[in-house]
């Protein structure tokens, strides 16, 4: 046998060993990372206790979101002039994790979708349609005719692409939470996991009329007739029937993670984009605008001269002059307008100020956390009904009742058992952390300062603001129930699992690709 022809046969015998071997794990059934890398024992086996783990599906963004890379950025740095001597956002280095974001503004057309399906499952209920009615006399102005924006604005098709305002930051928190049961039910619905939505309207004399909740579903008390759908995940613990099937866990991954109110941090690190000015690393060029330069117009070829936000250009200057109109917007302008940053998001300047979740302090930056740093957090619990079967209590609209948390720990049993019993440790805890223990009370408030516990923070500029507000790092605040002709808002989510987004010609580690391998071998390796 000649030189050649050995190479040849060697060659062959190693392709013939490689593809045995990928052939050989293909065939045996749970595969790597089927068996578990501390016990051995096989996942998703309904003879040896039936524990499921799903590693087939990926988290990822909710309708309407883009990905947000998370990483460091130096909070308040893109505000170069102070004009109003606030000093309420001096310079500070943070870190904020991978989220997702709207693309867009909540447009008008989003909230009457909202106030349609309230209407449509709440027929009789006029109080909770009424309260998420957006309050359309934020335009009334007694020196201006603006009358035919209070009955136009929210419910003419002309405007149906254009931000919703007028509403308040606790509506748009109601929004929020609205928004994040109809997704996760559209994801149930459509892959069959729930009734279909033609089925359900077809025995709606005979199913569960109670609207779908998401909290109320994952702790198993939302389903039966009338509910389940034929492709619920089967039930794989020892005693259960055969074919049983049992509702989505979280475990599962199908479903959403709530939609929010971004942060202030969130909110301006996704407005200034500087992932567009990043390169290994490092940010070659900082930023005044959600967009590269120092002024307001567009400096590229093509779009030379245009201006790249809506925004009020000086006294009694809303649009430019008939025929050449600068921004092309006298009061707002549909939210996909002008030019997305580069992470993809719209309007980040201009057009609406947006809501953000922190309560407003003039001295947040004093005292704050420099990783997800937030102001605002109050934390709850959801209220047991029966805390020996961990079922909760629930108001008339099917959402779990919320009640103040009871402790800064985990509870003993004993304890869950007895809401009222308070253990040595929950001695004085409070709940509501929003004031970092300052010394503004709600007894002064109107009287030493403006300020209080809801004192929410706006950013962004509007249609009716001059380009300094256009800054990310500029801050406003207004009271949780109030609303303005100039606030919107948009959504985000948090990213569950890896935060690394944007990985195209990074070095890795050869071990950090083989981690499910050395699980996989470790597993098959087991007797």
């Not at 309904?46 to 524990?51: C, R, S």
């Not at 349609?129 to 136009?152: F, G, K």
């Not at 002309?158 to 939470?177: F, H, I, L, R, S």
């Not at 809401?419 to 223990?437: C, F, I, L, P």
Request: aromatic fraction near 12%; include cysteine.
């Amino acid at each position: 046998m000649n030189n050649l022809m050995k190479k040849n046969f060697t060659h062959i015998i190693v392709v013939f060993c490689c593809v045995s071997v990928i052939l050989s794990a293909c065939s045996k059934k749970g595969g790597m990372g089927d068996r578990s890398s501390k016990t051995g024992m096989k996942y998703n086996d309904p003879h040896n206790g039936g524990f499921q783990v799903n590693r087939k599906v990926k988290p990822g963004p909710g309708p309407g979101l883009v990905i947000i890379e998370g990483g460091t950025f130096v909070m308040g740095g893109s505000l170069d002039q102070d004009l109003g001597y606030e000093n309420d956002n001096k310079r500070r280095r943070v870190t904020v994790a991978s989220f997702y974001m709207d693309e867009t503004e909540v447009a008008n057309v989003d909230w009457l979708e909202y106030l349609y399906w309230l209407n449509q499952n709440f027929p009789d209920d006029r109080e909770l349609y009424y309260n998420a009615l957006p309050d359309t006399l934020v335009w009334r102005n007694p020196l201006s005719y603006n009358e035919p924006y209070v009955d136009n604005y929210l419910r003419h098709p002309a405007y149906q692409d254009y931000p919703v305002v007028g509403v308040t930051w606790e509506q748009a928190n109601d929004y929020c939470v609205w928004r994040t049961d109809r997704v996760n039910e559209e994801i149930l619905r459509s892959k069959g996991i729930l009734l279909d939505y033609k089925s359900k309207a077809e025995t709606a004399a005979n199913s569960n009329a109670q609207p779908f909740n998401t909290d109320i579903y994952l702790n198993g008390q939302y389903k039966g007739d009338g509910v389940d759908g034929k492709n619920m995940p089967k039930d794989l613990r020892p005693g259960a029937e055969k074919d049983a099937r049992r509702p989505v866990r979280l475990e599962d991954g199908f479903l959403k993670q709530p939609y929010r109110l971004p942060t202030e941090a969130e909110w301006e690190y996704a407005a200034l984009g500087l992932i567009g000015n990043t390169v290994s690393g490092n940010v070659e060029g900082n930023r005044i605008y959600p967009w590269d330069g120092l002024g307001v117009r567009s400096g590229r070829r093509k779009t030379q001269g245009l201006i790249m936000a809506n925004f009020k250009l000086g006294a009694g200057d809303n649009m430019g002059t008939a025929g050449y109109l600068n921004d092309a917007g006298d009061i707002t302008k549909p939210v996909l307008a002008y030019q997305p940053n580069d992470f993809g998001l719209y309007n980040m300047a201009g057009n609406v100020n947006e809501w953000v979740g922190d309560v407003y302090r003039k001295l947040t930056y004093e005292d704050m956390e420099d990783f997800n740093p937030f102001r605002g957090n109050v934390y709850v619990n959801k209220k047991l009904e029966d805390a020996e079967r961990g079922i909760y209590a629930q108001d008339k609209y099917g959402r779990p009742i919320k009640e103040m948390a009871k402790a800064p720990r985990k509870q003993t049993w004993e304890e869950l058992q007895n809401q009222t019993k308070q253990s040595n440790d929950s001695v004085g805890y409070d709940a509501d952390m929003r004031g970092y223990n300052d010394e503004v009370t709600d007894s002064l408030y109107g009287t030493t300062t403006l300020v209080n516990n809801k004192s929410r923070v706006f950013k962004g500029g509007s249609w009716n603001d001059r380009a300094y507000w256009l800054n990310p790092a500029t801050r406003r605040f207004m009271q949780q129930d109030e609303s303005s002709s100039t606030v919107g808002f948009r959504c985000a989510m948090t990213l569950v699992g890896n935060p690394e987004i944007n990985t195209q010609g990074m070095p890795r580690f050869k071990s950090a690709k083989s981690v499910q391998t050395k699980l996989g071998r470790r597993s098959k390796a087991t007797p």
